[in-house]
């Protein structure tokens, strides 16, 4: 059995009980990350804080359309995490209210810093439904095993065996994970760049590919 399969087995379904440590692992995972330096850098305030706020806004958006979280753990550790959520899913009241919570704690130019990099990048996705990935992260000290890869091949499982979906979109800012996600079947759909050095790539694996 190859390294890959192998890794497969190992990735499970989440509850929301273990929502925490997702946020935990995507702040670790995305500390430096570039679209949140773009969003949360300079305003003050303590970075890591905002991060978590803004992280957990989006794990929580998930959570409530009824999306799925999906983990790999190392002796009970969760180390990676992937969210991810039907592009048609049903928006609750919820996610509103808990939005504009957060934005009233980040503040007015996160806000808008958040809605030029979505409109930046709306024309990247497919006409048809699609399974959103949110989040994909790996700790650290846990990159260069496959865990993105196994992750990523779930989600991909899940577009499968939905009889509705047509398959898998991201975006990525990091201009690393480019041949990254071409290597793994994802087609770029579009490029953009947003302002103050970021940029920003969509990809989508359509489920017959």
Known sequence: MNKAADSRSIVERLDPSSLGEVVAVHCAAFRDYPTMRYLL???????????????????????????????????????????????????????????ESVWGRLGAVVRSRYEAYKGATRDFEPGAPFFYLSMLGVRPEFSGRGLARALLERVQALSLADLHSTGVFLETEDPANVSFYEHCGYQLTGHAEIGRGLESWGFFRPDEG
Not at 43 to 48: E, F, H, K, Q, S
Not at 49 to 57: K, N, P, V, Y
Not at 60 to 66: R, Y
């Open 41 to 99: 850098e300079p305003p003050g305030g303590d970075y890591n804080e905002r991060l978590a706020t803004l992280i957990g806004l989006f794990i929580e958006t998930v959570n409530l359309k009824g999306g799925v979280a999906l983990g790999w753990r190392e002796a009970g550790a969760l180390v990676a995490a992937a969210d991810t959520v039907r592009s048609d899913a049903t928006e609750p009241p919820e996610v509103a209210t808990r939005r």
